[in-house]
């Protein structure tokens, strides 16, 4: 089906837009049955408003967590709502009063939808020196996210061991390159043997752990003869759990996701080895992005700065296709990509 369908009424060309709305919450991992594909018209543009055509739709765990009936600091998605997510748009159409052009690329919260209406100046701009899908990960929320808890509340120091969970992941994967910039000794924990040498070969790990693998806890205990001296945790359950068992005296633990319970039906999922942590004197600091707007633009500027010195690697994986967005949510949750899932949307002109 054509992306955008033109239908003439009364001599008015009407465009018509495809979007993605929750039809039923899944219990476990959503599938196509859970989304309802629907058409609407597109609104007339307001003064400051641009229309803006999505290029590429970001994949996120939250967006997966959102399906279901629980709230962490986001609440639930309501039926019949749209699928929200982050996305790198092209300005199609300005209206009076909005300080962009046609061309110009912007990202936004503007969700699962082939065009979107928005205020311009509610859009963060995209500069041309970069692959404008930098803008979506090394240098959006997963980039961000793990630069600023390592900068407010980690403490990297040269020749500690960090652990990072989900290490072939979106947010964990700049949090090992990020760890090795700061000269630890960085151990990731990630699902197969693949992943694991990507973190390695790819994104620079000394070593990584498969979590899926039987030798699981004592591979980990292996890597870590000294314990873990920080940990850059996303995933929690058990894969987390197993790490906490090894954990050094003093040791920051920074509890940044939690995809395992997020991606169960069990939201209770989510025992913490609390003995040894009081045992070893951890300090355990969650922490959410969203509590800290201030530090974004230092955190984009550092980041900006560590990849025009091709010292950040781009850790994304791309799928075609506006219409598979819901299985690619699905494989993203299921753990069957490397880094940040990005969906091509491939709206026509
Ligand atoms: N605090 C914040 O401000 C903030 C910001 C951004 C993201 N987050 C959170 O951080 C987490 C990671 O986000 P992300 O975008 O980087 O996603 P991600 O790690 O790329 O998420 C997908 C990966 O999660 C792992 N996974 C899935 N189910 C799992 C389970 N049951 N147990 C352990 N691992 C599982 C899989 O990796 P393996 O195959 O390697 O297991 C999968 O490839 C999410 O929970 C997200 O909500 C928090």
């Known amino acids: 089906m054509q992306a955008v369908l033109y239908s003439i009424v009364r001599g008015m060309v009407k465009k018509i837009n495809r979007r993605f709305t929750l039809k039923a919450r899944p219990e476990d991992l959503p599938e196509m049955e859970h989304f309802a594909l629907e058409e609407n018209e597109h609104p007339n543009l307001a003064r400051g408003e641009v229309r803006v055509k999505a290029l590429y739709h970001a994949l996120s765990p939250w967006q997966g967590q959102r399906l279901k009936d629980f709230a962490n600091y986001t609440g639930p998605f309501e039926i019949g709502e749209l699928i929200d997510g982050d996305v790198l748009v092209e300005v199609v159409e300005a209206a009076p009063g909005a300080d962009l052009a046609p ?34 990960t090394a240098l959006s929320s997963p980039g961000l996210t793990a630069y600023t808890a390592l900068d407010l509340f980690g403490r990297s120091m040269p020749g500690q061991t960090m652990v990072v969970t989900s290490a072939a992941g979106s947010v964990g994967g700049y949090a090992v390159q990020l760890g090795k ?37 004592d591979a980990l205990s292996d890597a870590l003869p000294d314990g873990a001296h920080q940990v850059f945790d996303t ?23 939690r995809t395992a319970s997020n991606n169960s039906n069990r939201p209770d999922l989510d025992p913490l080895n609390m003995r040894l942590l009081w045992a070893r004197e951890a300090t355990i600091q969650g922490f959410s992005r969203y509590s800290y707007p201030e530090r974004w633009a230092f955190a984009r500027e550092r980041m900006m700065k560590l990849c025009r010195q091709d010292k950040i690697k781009a850790n994304h994986k791309t799928v075609d296709g506006f219409e598979n967005l819901p299985q690619a949510l699905h494989d993203m949750l299921a753990g069957k990509f490397i880094g940040k899932v990005l969906v091509k949307s491939g709206v026509p002109q």
């Open 103 to 136: 061309g110009q690329l912007v990202t936004s919260r503007l969700g699962w939808q082939d065009y979107a209406v928005a205020k311009a100046d509610g859009l963060s701009a995209v500069t041309e020196e970069f692959d404008p899908t930098l803008w979506l």
């Open 181 to 217: 910039l700061a000269g630890m000794h960085v151990v990731g924990v990630a699902g197969g043997s693949s992943k694991c040498g990507y973190v390695v070969d790819a994104l620079g790990a000394d070593a990584c752990v498969d979590h899926k693998a039987d030798s699981y806890a």
């Open 235 to 257: 995933t929690g359950g058990p894969v987390a759990d197993a790490v906490f068992s090894n954990i050094a005296k003093f040791a920051r633990v920074l509890i940044v996701g």
